[in-house]
């Protein structure tokens, strides 16, 4: 059984860091592609980034610069790195798993608050 657990998020001001983690567990994510997403309150959610496998990370315009996507094959880990925080990254986000471009896994989600 595939699951995703997100972990990392928290309360922080204007311009500090987080860094958030997505254990998988149930399957080799290096096989699959894992993404972050994020939904604030009353929108819809968005695309923050992904890694495919063991290929090259892709980022939302909205994170260029100032978020990492990584992954930890030994741990089976996807992590996001957010620096430079802003009161408009705050939202709760999201890891989905991919398997051949046709099935999901979501996480439950880790809450990110960014103010003063």
């Known amino acids: 059984q595939v699951q995703l657990v997100e972990s990392g998020g928290g309360l922080v001001q204007p311009g500090e860091s987080l860094r958030l983690s997505c254990a998988v567990s149930?399957?080799?994510?290096?096989?699959?592609?894992v993404g972050w997403y994020r939904q604030a309150p009353g929108e819809e959610r968005e695309w923050v980034a992904e890694?495919?496998?063991?290929?090259?990370?892709a980022y939302a315009d909205l994170g260029k610069g100032r978020f990492t996507i990584e992954g930890d094959y030994r741990k089976n880990a996807v992590y996001l790195q957010m620096n430079s925080l802003r009161p408009e990254d705050t939202a709760v986000y999201y890891c989905?798993?991919?398997?051949?471009?046709?099935?999901?896994?979501w996480g439950k989600g880790t809450l990110v608050t960014v103010a003063s």
């Open positions: 149930g399957i080799l994510f290096a096989g699959s592609t």
């Open positions: 890694i495919q496998g063991r290929g090259n990370p």
């Open positions: 989905k798993l991919t398997i051949s471009r046709v099935t999901d896994f």
